[in-house]
């Protein structure tokens, strides 16, 4: 089982970037796509970027597609996600999730959560 503990999160204004890391600890990390969910007060969960086990493969959420980046570090059993040009509507708790196999998009494929870290982007 693996362990996941997300950073970096913290209150910006409009406009402002932030970047998220994900350790991960306690199984295989190289092995497993990666995924970046958030939820927002009021609202159910949402996907938000995926990367593949090798880090080749990226998909992204269409409201953040162009702002955020997904990348990993593989030796350093991390992942991460760059938010840039950050909007009022990106204000959620992120929660960053390891998936069951080398490629996934799909939440239900992601096995494994973190506790999340709050995102607060103030107008």
């Known amino acids: 089982q693996v362990q996941l503990v997300e950073s970096g999160g913290g209150l910006v204004q409009a406009g402002g970037s932030l970047r998220l890391s994900c350790a991960a600890s306690?199984?295989?990390?190289?092995?497993?796509?990666m995924g970046w969910f958030r939820q927002a007060p009021g609202k159910e969960r949402e996907f938000v970027a995926a990367i593949s086990w090798t880090g080749i493969t990226t998909y992204y959420a269409d409201s953040v597609k162009g702002r955020f980046t997904i990348s990993r570090d593989n030796a350093k059993n991390t992942v991460y996600l760059q938010m840039n040009s950050l909007k009022p509507e990106d204000t959620a708790v992120y929660y960053c999730a390891q998936g069951q196999k080398g490629w996934t998009t799909m939440e239900a494929d992601f096995g494994s959560w973190g506790q999340g870290t709050q995102v607060t982007v103030s107008s």
């Open positions: 306690g199984r295989t990390f190289s092995r497993y796509a």
